[in-house]
């Protein structure tokens, strides 16, 4: 009799193992899926050269050329996804995506760009914001992956020495490009006022730009404010 008992904890411990393993490596090809896909993406950054010349080669006095930053090709993405609007890169934790605009702040939560079901969702801009980034408040949200993609290692400028080294956000516009400068990081109830967009005249350009994900806490967001430090067309 006990050892049928034995049997039958064996049999159902097995059963729980192999549907929790399942469950795992559900969740983990869902997050592969969705950055794949976002990986196949970065086709469409065009790299211009480096005009920047070897320090050893650089005459004295002469001033040190800007940066060459690439350019996005929005054709390309508007033939997969009509509703693009920007391409954002944070590169001190590796953020590298399209920004899109739905009619409502709820269906990029649960779709990847190409339009499949995912968790991972989006990066998109609030559906309250004209999708030129002219108005005094720019919002944009991503989720907090575990997996360390999307919006989730807005974390680690919880660090304010991390901060003052890695605070650059590029902003890659049809017509535009924003760079921006990282000046606060905290965390905030889901009704903060930093969510309100008023409706307004064109401004031209943002006074601020807000990134946004959630946090450990159910109520609570976590945000990354910017100002633009450097515009150009």
């Known amino acids: 009799m006990g050892r049928n008992k034995e049997y039958v904890l064996l049999v159902i411990l097995g059963v729980i193992f192999l549907a929790a393993g399942g469950y795992l490596f559900g969740i983990w090809e869902e997050y592969h899926e969705a950055e794949t896909g976002y990986q196949g993406l970065k086709k469409y950054i065009i790299e211009k050269p480096d ?16 940066e060459s930053l690439p350019e996005i090709d929005f054709d390309g993405l508007r033939a997969i996804n009509g509703d693009v609007v920007a391409w954002i890169q944070i590169p001190g934790i590796g953020v590298d995506y399209p920004v899109v605009q739905g009619k409502d702040n709820e269906h990029y939560l649960h779709y990847t760009f190409d339009g499949k079901a995912n968790k991972a969702g989006s990066i998109f801009l609030d559906c309250r914001n004209r999708a030129d980034f002219t108005d005094s408040k ?28 890695q605070g650059r956000v590029i902003i890659y516009l049809p017509r ?58």
């Open 51 to 66: 005009m920047r010349k070897d320090p050893e080669e650089k005459p004295e006095n002469q001033e040190e050329p800007e």
């Open 138 to 165: 720019v919002i944009l949200y991503g989720h907090n992956m575990k997996d360390g993609s999307m919006f989730s290692n807005l974390k680690k400028y919880w660090d304010s020495d991390f901060r003052k080294e």
């Open 176 to 233: 535009k490009v924003l760079e921006c400068e990282v000046v606060e990081y905290r965390q905030v109830s889901m009704k903060d006022v930093v969510y309100e967009v008023k409706k307004e005249d064109e401004v031209g350009i943002p006074e601020q730009i807000v990134l946004s994900t959630c946090s450990s806490s159910s109520d609570k967001r976590l945000i990354l404010k910017c100002i633009i430090v450097r515009y150009t067309i």
